[in-house]
């Protein structure tokens, strides 16, 4: 800047009470008040906390150091960045070594940072680490307490400011992604003095606005959009309010959090169900484009008008299928007289058959039976004979005829044993030529023991037991 080409004042004198003023070009102005600084201060040793910070692709860091009573803009190129020992972030108590300048095409104020020195944790900073642990410690960012995104919300809740940025921003995502979506502001201040307070009157007034609605059987807030844009940790304090977590968490509905930039975080976002990176971001978050939804829809009724062809083709072909097998009345009954015919033909055949079978065993029969007859009657004959022969050789005359007499009373009763008879009685003796009349004069027994005279009993002919002696 110093090497910049000075213009000739003189030509741009006037006189103004009698005093003679030089009129400055303001980068020229700039640059003389950066050698009157640099020539005073520089080097100089600043205290304070950070706040702001960011670093740009470039690797050059942008920020501010603050205390109670002001705060200064601060630039650390990328060569100075890179011999840092710590990343530097918000809320840090650092000590900078650097060298006032002004930034001429702002007209700005600010520390060129040659290096960094950590002084502590800031009072800010400090504070929220402390809350943060003690609503952790509560089980407030537990996820298993945390709850869904409704799928298709139709009233949605929105508390931030009404001047703000991040309103427009969501305003605009709705009404661009879902239009038919109700949305029910809530107005509050996000930032400074009594911004906490006006927060958690906004989340009191949504869910009034939902007690409401059930009583009037209206559709009752689905899910509240709690967003602001970014800022430094004093412009985002209002958030790491510990009332207005304890709010987030008993909220009747699920809470999205869009407060600050990607790298901000609050105490509400760690609190809330959903926490997205910016405002835009969290009305995204809750709904899909209508464009999405219809082509869901499409893609679902083609889905069903397949299903429904493929199907209605399916039944075309069943269908097709039984008309072959019926086949036409006509065709059908001549086929069946077809069949009729042929099966009268087969029983014809077969009573013919059967005929001629039946015919051919007579023939047979006939020629076989005087034989099989004869030859029946000739054994027939001789079972007889060996059964005649047989009782022959039974019969008492034969037994007479070998010597033998029969003893009969005068009743024809046989007489076998002498117990049967007394003495003086009348007795008949049958021999093999006649009969004797003959009178019992004594009974004898055998003088043998009782068991000799059983044993040879037992042992004489068969026909001996009949009265024959």
């Not at 309103?167 to 979506?181: E, Y």
């Amino acid at each position: 800047m110093a090497e910049q080409n000075i213009m000739n004042t003189e030509d741009f004198s006037f006189s103004i009470k009698n005093t003679h003023l030089a009129v400055w070009n303001v980068g020229q102005l700039c640059i003389a008040l950066a050698k009157a600084l640099e020539q005073q201060f520089n080097p100089v040793l600043v205290k304070g906390e950070i706040s702001g910070f960011m670093r740009a692709a470039s690797g050059h860091c942008y920020f501010s150091l603050k205390d109670a009573q002001g705060q200064l803009r601060c630039a650390m190129f990328k060569r100075a960045a890179s011999q840092l020992d710590f990343p530097p972030k918000n809320g840090d108590l650092v000590e900078l070594r650097g060298k006032i300048d002004v930034y001429a095409p702002r007209g700005d104020l600010q520390l060129i940072v040659e290096n960094i020195k950590q002084a502590g944790l800031g009072t800010l900073f400090e504070q929220f680490m402390l809350l943060k642990s003690q609503l952790e410690q509560q089980g407030l960012f537990e996820q298993s307490r945390k709850r869904s995104l409704p799928l298709m919300p139709k009233t949605v809740g929105l508390i931030t400011s009404l001047g703000a940025a991040a309103l427009r921003d969501v305003a605009s995502t709705l009404a661009r992604r879902v239009p038919h979506i109700k949305v029910i502001m809530a107005a509050a201040s996000v930032q400074g003095a009594g911004a906490a307070q006006e927060l958690l009157k906004a989340f009191d007034n949504l869910e009034q606005y939902n007690l409401s609605a059930q009583k009037n059987n209206q559709p009752p807030i689905d899910v509240i959009l709690l967003v602001r844009g970014g800022g430094s940790i004093e412009d985002l304090w209002s958030f790491n309010n510990e009332q207005l977590a304890h709010k987030i968490a008993n909220c009747s509905v699920p809470v999205v959090t869009g407060v600050g930039h990607e790298t901000d975080f609050t105490i509400a976002d760690f609190v809330a169900d959903v926490r997205a990176a910016t405002p835009t971001a969290a009305a995204e978050l809750i709904c899909e484009p209508t464009q999405a939804w219809r082509s869901v829809l499409v893609q679902l009724n083609q889905r069903m008008l397949d299903a429904l062809y493929r199907r209605i083709d399916q039944q075309e072909m069943n269908l097709d299928r039984l008309l072959a097998r019926l086949g036409r009345p006509s065709n059908r009954l001549a086929t069946q007289a077809q069949h009729l015919a042929q099966l009268a033909h087969q029983l014809q055949l077969g009573a013919s058959r059967h005929l001629q079978n039946q015919q051919h065993l007579q023939n047979n029969y006939a020629k076989i039976l005087p034989a099989l007859t004869q030859a029946q009657l000739a054994h027939s004959q001789n079972k007889i004979d060996s059964l005649s022969a047989q009782l022959e050789m039974l019969s008492p005359h034969k037994v007479i005829a070998r010597g033998y007499a029969r003893l009969e009373n005068t009743t024809g009763h046989a007489i076998s044993s002498i117990a049967e008879v007394k003495a003086g009685q009348k007795l008949d003796v049958l021999l093999q030529d006649g009969k004797l009349k003959v009178g019992v004069e004594a009974l004898l027994p055998h003088m043998t023991s009782s068991h000799s005279s059983q044993q040879n009993f037992a042992n004489a002919p068969e026909s001996a037991s009949d009265g024959l002696f």
